[in-house]
């Protein structure tokens, strides 16, 4: 009998898919959340979600053939290629203002290697609006934007009140022209553990889909026992048996 590879602490979904992983198909999600055609924000009940960012940026990315399989290859028909900035908060521990900024500058220049730059974009909010328009311009596409823990420097900052409120303004002032850029984005998606409300950096996002707690989308990251019963049945059979286990 064939043995699958299961994936230990994998969220790339190209890498799972190239190296041959077992994937729990879950892009059947996709045209759902695009049907919302406005922000939406998901605050996950279980693991998976930097897997679920990764998975919605391959496929905005028109990568057709790593979806081979999958609910998604016969769902999408186009498969274009859409200039996506995405957002990984979770890689760097917030205890100071610098390292907030260290990260938006980093994240911004990669941005501006590919799209450009202007003299006049002096603060995270201009050079963040002037990369949305020029990859629109030079692309002929919108923008995808993902934002994978966007809570992270706040939760970070939880116990000292003052670097909190510092780090709140700057995030509120960087992600300023995701509002004002309306016309320019295609798709804009955010995952965190705090409520959204309870941040206040996106109090202009008024049309926000929070699809954390409906039921419709309460399968969307992770494995359920369902699946794990079912399409993981061969595997979870074969692990009892070397345990001597049912």
Not at 71 to 90: G, Q, R, S
Request: proline share 3%; aromatic share 12%; hydrophobic share 35%.
């Amino acid at each position: 009998m064939a043995r699958i590879t299961i994936p230990y602490a994998v969220a790339d979904f190209i890498d799972l898919r190239e190296r041959g992983f077992y994937y729990v198909d879950k892009t059947d999600y996709i045209p759902k959340l695009e049907d919302y055609n406005a922000p939406v924000f998901l605050r996950p009940r279980r693991f998976g979600k930097s897997l679920l960012i990764s998975t919605l940026e391959a496929y905005f990315l028109g990568k057709k053939e790593l979806f081979e399989g999958l609910a998604m290859e016969k769902l999408e028909k186009d498969w274009i290629t859409y200039p996506i900035f995405h957002i990984d908060l979770n890689t760097e521990k917030y205890d100071t203002r610098e390292s907030l900024d260290s990260i938006l500058n980093f994240t911004l220049e990669k941005w501006e290697q590919q799209y450009g730059t202007a003299p006049s974009e002096t603060t995270f909010a201009l050079r963040f609006r002037g990369l949305i328009e020029r990859a629109y311009e030079q692309t002929g596409q919108q923008v995808v934007v993902l934002v994978d823990e966007y809570d992270a420097p706040m939760l970070d900052s939880n116990n000292n009140h003052e670097l909190q409120h510092e780090i709140r303004g700057i995030m509120r002032d960087f992600f300023s022209p995701l509002k004002k850029s309306g016309k320019y984005l295609r798709f804009l998606f955010l995952t965190g553990i705090s409520k959204f409300s309870q941040m206040s950096i996106f109090s202009e996002l008024n049309n926000l889909q929070n699809v954390s707690m409906s039921d419709n989308y309460s399968t969307i990251c992770g494995i359920t026992e369902q699946e794990l019963l079912t399409q993981m049945k061969i595997d979870v059979e074969q692990m009892a048996q070397a345990n001597d286990e049912t």
